[in-house]
């Protein structure tokens, strides 16, 4: 079956350091890609999506670029804040909107200090 | 997007006990789901509910033990029964309107 797989946390980067957060998964066909956030005490949220090959999500000064030739969907943030701290999840769906249902990785705990 | 409403938002209950968890949408929408996110763990689908059918499980959940109900299409509740601490987490509902949009969590603790 389907599966992602995320990097460990947590995470503890300095204000205003680069971020790179790994995600890989594991499915058949064309699924689209997501990142979850949830901060302290609130719901998940989507933070970005990508529903093909090669497109790039970007929200918030996140992005990640769907690749399909290494089935991967990298986090990256070019400078984070205190208020990024958080647990952010990878997922995907076999449909362009999760109709059936989202595949979710572990989740990173990105911990950021000023 | 949607607004989903999730109650209650935390409870502790007791072993044995039973607890139903309600999810109101703001707009009809055809599927909603029910994840469970144990502690230090990712979420984990539970169940898809339909209106006019029963939900459907995924592998590990079964009806007896959660019975999800899906009177119309804004509204759904889920119950956790016969509880034991092993059921404590934060359970979500969520729908599909382009995209998927999740509710507050319930937060259950088994004592």
């Known amino acids: ?114 | 997007s949607a607004v989903i409403s999730q109650k209650p938002s935390r409870d502790i209950c007791q072993r044995g006990t039973s607890l139903t968890i309600q999810c109101q949408v703001d707009s009809q929408v055809t599927m909603m789901f029910w994840y469970r996110q144990q502690p230090g763990q990712s979420l984990t689908l539970i169940a898809t509910a339909n209106q006019g059918s029963e939900a459907t499980y995924e592998s590990g959940f079964v009806i007896d033990k959660f019975p999800i109900s899906r009177p119309n299409l804004t509204f759904s509740t889920l119950t956790v029964s016969n509880m034991s601490p092993e059921d404590s987490s934060i359970y979500l509902c969520s729908v599909e309107v382009l995209g998927a949009f999740f509710g507050q969590g319930t937060r259950l603790t088994v004592v």
């Open chain 1, 1 to 114: 079956g389907d599966s992602v797989t995320q990097m460990e946390g947590p995470v503890t980067l300095s204000e205003e350091a680069f971020l790179t957060i790994n995600c890989t998964y594991t499915a058949t066909g064309y699924p689209s890609l997501f990142w979850y956030v949830q901060y302290p005490g609130e719901g998940l949220q989507l933070l970005l999506k990508a529903t093909k090959a090669d497109d790039k999500g970007s929200n918030k000064g996140f992005e990640a670029t769907y690749r399909k030739e290494t089935t991967s969907f990298h986090l990256e943030k070019g400078s984070v804040q205190v208020s990024d701290s958080a647990v952010y999840f990878c997922a995907l769906s076999q449909s362009g909107g999760g109709a059936d249902g989202l595949t979710f990785g572990k989740g990173t705990h990105l911990i950021i200090q000023p």
